[in-house]
């Protein structure tokens, strides 16, 4: 029976190995703008800002965009174009975003683990330790 359980923890892993491959790009924040931001006079730091606050400030922005380009303004805040608030929000979501997926994976890695049969769990060590010395 452990041995039924031991090949589907196997395969959950797997898919969580590759879940995590297609996590690779969006690893590191590299921000066009000085991240500090002051709107409607609140001043704030896009690089504490939580997943919600930076999609509502997204929100924000992108509507004072499209009323910029309506009235035909080129619009600035804290001395940079909208268009760097608006990629640099975005990017600090996806990267905030990524980052909480692959904690979601490692903690569920984690658990399959620890269900794995004690024997299982020798075999891989022992094939972890046969693929070092080679």
Known sequence: MSTVNDEKILKLRK??????????????????????????GVRQNIQVLTIEQLEFLYVQLYLLKQGAMEVGYDLKISGFALDSWLKDVKSKIAVLSRNEEVAKLNRMKQQL???????????MKIDEIADLLK
């Open 15 to 40: 898919q969580i190995e590759e879940k995590e491959s297609a996590l690779k790009g969006t690893e590191r924040f590299s921000p066009i703008t000085t991240c500090s931001i002051e709107l409607y």
């Open 113 to 123: 683990e620890s269900m794995l049969s004690d024997d299982k769990q020798k075999e």
